[in-house]
T-cell receptor, first 117, second 113 residues
Framework: EAQVTQNPRYLITVTGKKLTVTCSQN?????MSWYRQDPGLGLRQIYY???????DKGDVPEGYKVSRKEKRNFPLILESPSPNQTSLYFC????????????????FGPGTRLTVL | QKEVEQNSGPLSVPEGAIASLNCTYS??????FFWYRQYSGKSPELIMS????GDKEDGRFTAQLNKASQYVSLLIRDSQPSDSATYLC?????????????FGQGTELSVKP
């Protein structure tokens, strides 16, 4: 089954404790992205990747890091989480550039709800 | 001005009516536009993409793009309660800037039986 998986699905942590949210896709997609979703703000892109070792900043990259060492994985790293990073995070992958995608080429993961105390 | 703006709603329409969702964007060189649907507690899913001025129809959904006026809209004909969701407009802000998408804040649609 084609899917994007994220782990963990729920996480409560404390300020400053480094954490990683994993994202993996089994569709051999080149493009992957991380988004955060906050009430009233919609989805905001954090980072995106066009292929292995190729990443770029989205609209809200501050406080986050990513890496793309393998095609299937795109982890999101919070080196020193702060309460303003409390949010719902989505990973997405697509076989085409998501800026030129069709509905059968893009997939979102189930989301990770992060709370930073 | 936000790069992509939508009315947050909620927009309430009766079953069978046409729901009209609107989105404006600020970057004149934007080339591609998308509508996502997100049910409560679920992930977004892409339902429509449009790249050229005019209308694009897919079943009960019609996307309309007017680049001169910098707006894109989504019409849902014969609205059903199952269409109740938040609809997100997204824009690829720059030609050939691969991978980047900017979303509006979403419009909540409620279809009443």
């Amino acid at each position: 089954e084609a899917q994007v998986t994220q782990n963990p699905r729920y996480l409560i942590t404390v300020t400053g404790k480094k954490l990683t949210v994993t994202c993996s896709q089994n569709m051999n997609h080149e493009y992957m992205s991380w988004y955060r979703q906050d009430p009233g703000l919609g989805l905001r892109q954090i980072y995106y990747s066009m292929n292995v070792e190729v990443t770029d900043k989205g609209d809200v990259p501050e406080g986050y890091k990513v890496s793309r060492k393998e095609k299937r994985n795109f982890p999101l790293i919070l080196e020193s989480p702060s309460p303003n990073q409390t949010s719902l995070y989505f990973c997405a992958s697509s076989s085409r550039d998501p800026g030129w995608s069709n509905s059968d080429t893009q997939y979102f993961g189930p989301g990770t709800r992060l709370t930073v105390l | 001005q936000k790069e992509v703006e939508q009315n947050s709603g909620p927009l309430s329409v009766p079953e069978g009516a046409i729901a009209s969702l609107n989105c404006t964007y600020s970057d004149r060189v934007s080339q591609s536009f998308f509508w996502y649907r997100q049910y409560s507690g679920k992930s977004p899913e892409l339902i429509m993409s449009i790249y050229s001025n005019g209308d694009k129809e897919d079943g009960r959904f019609t996307a309309q793009l007017n680049k001169a006026s910098q707006y894109v809209s989504l019409l849902i004909r014969d609205s059903q309660p199952s269409d109740s969701a938040t609809y997100l407009c997204a824009v690829n802000p720059h030609y050939n800037q691969g991978g980047k998408l900017i979303f509006g804040q979403g419009t909540e649609l409620s279809v009443k039986p």
